[in-house]
């Protein structure tokens, strides 16, 4: 599996490649971190360039270099790549532009299988989108973000599960709320849900919500898979059944100390894009760190 | 939906989302094209009117690549019959075509030489290690250099003097935060303000003399140019740096080891080379090319002729001018020139001075400072969201339209497009010294708008008791 976790800065995005990294080991996936900087106006789009190769003249890095830098070295003192290759290092002026608004980081040695430190410039969804598009990317880790915009595009239009970490607390006590019903990607989920919560070992509230007082019959299966599922998986867990509107429902049994976990929306594009969905809205509402798996 | 699979119809909705200026630019002109001509405008100025409404839409949105925009400008001024293919093609092409081609290739050419650290230590031998001292030198130095070079050569030299500077002090962004912005928009606003200083200080300079020639307004020379522009320059720049000054106060008032180092680093990179010499003896003489030789060979086959030099003597490699050239950018500007002249053509660039003054005259009497205000406020606020240069391809022809003296209006917008002060978008030099990452975008509204109204006042001052004395 391949995982890209995106982060923009050394203050906000530790929470998040920290999570970002441990589902990652818990998955046993390659991991790629990108920064995307700020778009170039096109009318600049040569001369931002050229001063940024003078830069190197002067030993100097770029924008986000040093971001990428730190990220590396919170890995290895994290022992999230393997420390008999440390002394490989991080070379930050040997940037090999890909593309005109990609660049990668030459890491040497083993270092270069680990992980990838890729650098890009332009409209986040975008470079997301291509870089998920590129390296064929399975989960896609990224901080929260203030703007309604941008949680609705990336699951609108990131062809990959997204993990929004958000009021991540690495001293809190967390547990996992994963939402079970018959939708199709359930299933995927649930399995997602199960490494999750082995690699944080918690203890899963495998959720069914229904509107109505009468639980479908669908609904029952489903959660008497899970609840088989999670059994032989063998991850501490409990099965409930709640009545009421879904969103609301599972924000508030989250709180802000669960991780939810739950399938991606199946209706169609253009219904998503105007009326929203069930994952869109949890995402934007809930206060907690929430992965939508696609 | 629609035979079309999920994967599709993301796709598509995706596309539809992100090109949204694109289909509103086709909507509007599709309504404005059905939309009668007013009685005072020629079907033709109406249509030219309409490519120019959606180019300025494509641009400001960024929909489409440049080159895109330009293209889309030529086929539909002959699509629409406003002229011939022969006749688009040849206003396409011109004197300031080359010359933004030729300065942009001239560009990459001197800032590959290495010239830079030479620039660190003449200026920090000149300004000492106290702050406003450096920050004078590189508003100064800034300014002078990129009245002759163009403003994002001299940016590029200067923008590492800066960082190192900036690193040398601290590597806390929070504790050099102040200063880095300070150094850093010395470097923007004084690039800014030197690009009008000379005709070669900014592609716009020689879009307009461009059209003086076009519309018969005679010939302005490279001196003639310094002699109306300069003093505006020099009067803007201690007041640029007070204003600096004023809004950045750094926390260190000297940057003692900071210089040090600085010094210790560029000294390293030893005695002047042959080519670094060549680099500057060609430069003077293109310099002198563009003093005496413009009004026979034109100011863009001088620059041309320098990069035809830089290359035979080795100095710069055809696929390093090749890469690091805006391409895009000189067919755009090329495009825009050509619908400036087909506005001029077709009477629209008539009809929009007419219509801005009768609006205009609602609210002042004085038509002299209503044309004064058009012009220059006009292309000032527009080049903070277009460029300075398509600004002045589109506003030259309104502006040399609206009566008045057409020099002095001409100068005055040509002067304004520099005022490119507000926004990371205005000009390559805002965004090359956003590209470090150590200005946020909410700073260059700060200083910006302090320095926008006081270009606006001196440009008054300037065009109004200074310039009739030498038309």
Redesign the interface.
Known sequence: MKFLIAIGSKEFSETTLELGMRVARAFKASVTIVYV??K????????????????E??E?D???VDVLEWAYNYLVENDYISSSAEKEGFIGDKLVQTDDDRCEVFLEGKHTQEVGLILRNG?II?QL?DEVKRSEIDVTIIGASKKRRMIH?LI??I?SSIFVVKNYDRKRTYKMVLAVNDAPNTKKAVKYGVRVAQAFDLEINALTISNTKEFRDNYKKASAWADTFLRRAGVKHSINLEYGKFIETINLIAGDDHIIVMGSSTR???TK?FTGSKPLNVCEKCNCPALIVK | ?LGLS??A??NL??WV??KRWLIFAFAISLFLFYVPSPETLSPEGHRTLIIVVIAIILIVG?VI??PAVAILILILEVILGIDTPNGVANSFMSDAVFFIMGS?ML??AI?SQ?L?KRLALGIIKMTGNKTWRIVFGFVSISAILSSFIGE?TV???M??VA??LV?NTSTDQKVVHRLATLLLFSIAYGCAMGSIGTPSGGGRNVIMIGYFSEFGLGNISYLDWIKYAYPMLLLEIPIAVLILWMTFKPNQTILDSAVRKLKV?VTKAGKMTGNQVMAILIFVAVFLGWVFLSPYLGLGIIALIGVFLYLSFGLIEWKDINR???W??IILFGAAISLGIQMKETGAAEWVANQSISIMSMLVDDIGFMRWFISVFLTGLLTNIL?NAATVAVLGPVVLDMGGNPIILGLATSIASAFAYLT??A??TC??I????LVKSSDYLKAGWKLFIMSMVLLFIISNFYWPYLS
């Open positions: 900087g700020e170039i106006s096109a009318f600049s789009t040569s001369e931002v360039l050229m001063a940024q190769e003078n830069l003249n002067w100097l770029r924008q986000g409209d975008q989108r595009d609108q239009y062809d169609s594009p253009l894009f | 939906m999920n994967q119809l993301s909705l995706y989302t992100r960024e690549p440049l942009l560009a990459v800032v290495g830079d994002h940016a590029a030299m923008l590492p960082l190192t690193r680093n690091n050239t805006n895009g950018v460029s990371i978008v000009s390559p965004m090359i956003h590209s470090s990452g």
